[in-house]
Nanobody
């Protein structure tokens, strides 16, 4: 069982920056695929970024490339989502997710799809005003 706790959300003006954190616990000595997703009311949950804690491979949604990046602190079992040049359309509840075995893309698997993950945090709200 992996337990995830997000933090760092808030309100910011367009063009600003925020860094989200996700602390993971309940596992040792295994690779995980850790992802960030966002959702607004009435819309499907959207994959933003994912990282393989074993080899550091990063996956980013096209909508955030060049603006967001994700990193992992292995010692602290924490992942970070650095969000720059924020836009109003980045507003939403941001969720951290985890699954075992790293981020695979074999057999059509997609680390930016929510169905690839078994564990979810409670979410942190990000609001970007114009």
């Amino acid at each position: 069982q992996v337990h995830l706790v997000e933090s760092g959300g808030g309100s910011v003006q367009a063009g600003g920056s925020l860094t989200l954190s996700c602390a993971a616990s309940g596992y040792t000595y295994v690779s995980l695929c850790l992802g960030w997703f966002r959702q607004t009311p009435g819309k499907e949950r959207e994959g933003v970024a994912a990282i393989d804690t074993g080899d550091g491979t990063l996956h980013l949604a096209d909508s955030v490339k060049g603006r967001f990046t994700m990193s992992h602190d292995n010692a602290e079992n924490t992942v970070f989502l650095q969000m720059n040049s924020l836009k109003p359309e980045d507003t939403g509840m941001y969720y951290c997710a985890a699954d075992w075995g790293g981020c695979t893309v074999e057999g059509g698997a997609d680390p930016l799809k929510p169905y690839e993950y078994n564990y979810w945090g409670q979410g942190t709200q990000v609001t970007v005003s114009s």
